[in-house]
């Protein structure tokens, strides 16, 4: 039993392989709306109709995978799967829940290298951007609500904030500081939890597995081309994979700078529009990384050579989300007990409010006006200012309308994304943009 991760405690007998699929695989195609309604939508699927994991088995992961880098309901979905039926039973959680994702991103990506510079394309776009806005802005809340509980927790959500939009710090570094804080701010004792009895040298011998599935093809890249556009997108999204607590929209705005300002391979339209096809399709909202390396490619080398960067960016993106679960799931309940650790999650949780904050004004200010400049020397002390002249009378229109149907009519992301598409469309076609 403890070889192969089944639970022994949840009501449910063993499910076979067959159903594994099968429930995965629907958890795969209905994930939409971002990691809030994925990790609902497995709950009901896998404590509330077939008790596969009991509630405090559930949370207990929940909490694990939140304290990892990338992205939490995907590592959720593997974990699962693991105490179902061992790797083999991770393996079919974790890529069932990306693949279908990751096909769809795939084709709208392929359709945006060719046609996305259109008029109605970009009419379409400009409602889903405004919607972006709000989407974005509703996350800093539910995250602010839930994590802001304390003045520590209020100090290190500014302090973020201020260290990416003013100071334009590494968001590695945010994320250590906010730990190490975290951790030394910690009170309270340890609860009485012995440690699992996996023997160190199996785990060290899952890390190297893991770890070289993951960057063995990344070093034969770099290996064939150095410097060439597969080994430079797959070296930034393996670090990229490694820093990626708090979800997609923590990390983006670091993304966003690396992938705009020092890498050149996408504009900041192109950016604004990556996020949202991915919010529209299921699957982790962190495959806007496939998209960004999709264009990469295109920019660099044509369709093929952006398939082939498509690729690489989804195999270092995910296989370290393996690597985590594998080596750490036989820990996860003694690792509860630990409030060090729990006081460095807390910690990193708000300030990833502060850098969810840093987002949701970039977002806006690049949406909302034609022109925005930073002010001061690049990579040091500044601010991002708008002109007023430039200012979209369209987006902001289009932005009030998304957030009355978000926050006043609370209609599903499903029904607003269209509607707000077909808005921009429609102002578009009144102002006579196109």
């Not at 409010?353 to 022109?371: K, P, Q, R, Y």
């Not at 200012?391 to 499903?414: E, K, P």
Request: glycine fraction near 12%; proline fraction near 5%; aromatic fraction near 10%.
């Amino acid at each position: 039993m403890a070889e192969t991760g089944l639970n022994p405690d949840a009501d449910a007998a063993p499910p076979q392989m067959a159903e594994l699929f099968r429930v995965f695989g629907r958890i795969g195609l209905l994930s939409f709306g971002g990691p809030a309604a994925q990790i609902a939508l497995m709950h009901k699927e896998l404590v509330e109709e077939r008790g596969w994991l009991t509630e405090k088995q559930y949370l207990q992961a929940l909490s694990f995978c939140i304290l990892l880098p990338g992205p939490e309901a995907m590592q959720l979905a593997t974990y699962a799967g693991w105490r179902m039926a061992g790797v083999a039973g991770g393996l079919i959680g974790g890529l069932l829940f990306v693949i279908p994702g990751a096909v769809v991103i795939l084709a709208l990506a392929a359709l945006y290298a060719v046609y996305g510079n259109v008029p109605l394309a970009e009419a379409l776009f400009l409602g889903i951007k405004a919607t972006v806005i709000v989407i974005v802005a509703q996350a800093l809340l539910r995250l602010g609500a839930r994590a802001l509980s304390g003045a520590l927790a209020w100090a290190l959500a500014v302090a973020a904030f201020l260290g990416l939009f003013v100071l334009q710090l590494p968001f590695p570094l945010i994320v250590i500081g906010a730990a190490l804080i975290g951790a030394v701010a910690a009170t309270g004792s340890a609860s009485v939890a012995s440690a699992p009895g996996i023997p160190l040298s199996g785990t060290l011998r899952t890390v190297a597995l893991w770890g070289a599935i993951w960057l063995l093809p990344l070093a034969a890249l770099w290996a064939v081309a150095p410097g060439g556009i597969l080994a430079e997108v797959g070296l930034f999204f393996a670090k990229l994979a490694v820093v990626t607590f708090g979800g997609a929209y923590a990390v983006l705005a670091w993304m966003v700078q690396e992938v705009v300002q020092d890498f050149g391979w996408l504009t900041t339209a192109q950016m604004m529009d990556a996020l949202g096809l991915a919010e529209t399709t299921p699957g982790p909202l962190i495959l806007v990384t496939e998209f960004v390396g999709f264009l990469a490619g295109v920019q660099a080398g044509g369709l093929w050579m952006g398939l082939a960067a498509a690729l690489v960016t989804l195999w270092v993106t995910f296989a370290p989300c393996f690597l985590w679960i594998f080596a750490g799931a036989p820990y996860v309940e003694w690792i509860a007990t630990r409030p060090r650790l729990q006081a460095a999650l807390d910690a990193i949780t708000a300030a990833v409010v502060g850098v969810i904050a840093n987002l949701s004004l970039w977002f806006a200010l690049h949406v909302v006006f034609g022109e925005v400049t930073r002010t001061g020397s690049p990579g040091g002390v500044g601010l991002w200012l708008p002109q007023a002249a430039s200012v979209d009378i369209g987006a902001v229109l289009l932005t009030g309308l998304a957030a009355a149907l978000m926050f006043w009519r609370r209609l599903d992301l499903l029904v607003v994304l269209p509607l707000m598409a077909l808005a921009g469309l429609g102002w578009s076609l009144a102002t006579g943009a196109i």
